[in-house]
């Protein structure tokens, strides 16, 4: 037999070898998701259809004990709770009493829309804008102390002075 | 009783005789643990699967074993079962060019081994 012939006898068995193998595994991680039952969720929008319909039908169902009991939900512990939390608190930003379940449409306003809030926002965020930007020629000193960092990311371009700075470290010549 | 998914062949009995004669690798063995201990076995079972991906060949099986899955039932189907049913139609739709690939791959293996 020359070698030529050996060389092709032995690939094509390494191949096959190597095929099976691969159809093997195909097979087993198949196998595994159909057990688990992991193919289930393979069609997202059907799934999500099967689950929106089996979620409704537990709401409408009368003999469901526990669920929905006029307008609270009871929970597994027996404890109802009013769709909106009612504990009062004091608004950390604005010192108002605000009511837990009114907080966060609260700090939207709060933080972002109130007058006076809105101009202690801009002025810090255009503040470290400016920083950041080279051949700036403002010079905007704001009281908040500065990194190090963000000096050397200004290339000696903006006129910062280094008065307000608790750390004075500007390397630039 | 529960059938066990994976059948393993029985370990073969081991006969007093044979352990006094040494066994003589067949070719086929020599190069094969050669291609496994040099690593070029995984190499060209990952490069043969990426490209089986690529070209759908994965999805497809995937869908003739779900098929098997739907008619035999999830809790009857065996690995076995699945290798059986997608063996004939995988191997022989293995794209022409990734054949070739992987012949070649394995006969440049082959030769290189050979000195």
């Known amino acids: 037999m020359f070698v030529v012939d050996l060389i092709l006898q032995l690939s094509s068995d390494i191949y096959r070898d190597i095929l099976d193998s691969i159809i093997v595994d195909v097979a087993s991680e198949s196998h595994r998701i159909a057990r688990l039952g992991l193919d289930r969720n393979l069609d997202l929008e059907d799934e999500e259809l099967r689950l929106s319909v089996e979620a409704r039908a537990r709401a409408s169902d009368p003999s ?3 669920e ?6 009871v929970d597994i512990f027996g404890q109802s709770h009013p769709a909106i939390a009612n504990e009062i608190f004091d608004c950390m930003n604005c010192g108002r009493s605000i009511m837990a379940g009114r907080f966060a449409p609260h700090l939207e306003k709060c933080m972002g829309k109130g007058r006076k809030a809105r101009l202690k926002a801009t002025r810090s965020t255009t503040a470290a804008q400016n920083r ?3 051949g700036s020629p403002l010079s905007t000193q704001t009281p908040y102390s500065n990194s190090t960092s963000m000096n050397r990311s200004s290339n000696g371009s903006s006129a910062i002075a280094g008065d307000d700075y608790s ?7 | ?9 029985p370990t073969p009995d081991v006969r007093d005789d044979d352990d006094d004669r040494p066994k003589k690798p067949s070719l086929l063995e020599i190069v094969n643990i050669k291609l496994i201990e040099s690593g070029e076995k995984e190499r060209l079972m990952e490069l043969v699967r990426e490209r089986l991906v690529e070209c759908g060949w994965k999805d497809e099986m995937g869908a003739l074993c779900r098929a098997v899955v739907k008619k035999n039932g999830r809790e009857n189907v065996t690995v076995d079962d699945l290798v059986r049913a997608i063996t004939p ?3 022989a739709s293995i794209p022409d060019s990734v054949k070739a690939e992987l012949l070649q791959r394995i006969q440049t293996f082959l030769v290189s081994v050979a000195h």
Request: zero cysteines.
């Open chain 1, 167 to 173: 750390n004075g470290n500007l390397e630039e010549p």
């Open chain 2, 89 to 91: 139609k995988g191997r």
């Open chain 1, 132 to 134: 950041y930007t080279r």
């Open chain 2, 1 to 9: 009783s529960r059938r066990h998914s994976v059948n393993r062949p």
């Open chain 1, 64 to 66: 469901h004990s526990g």
């Open chain 1, 68 to 73: 929905a009991n006029g307008k609270y939900v």
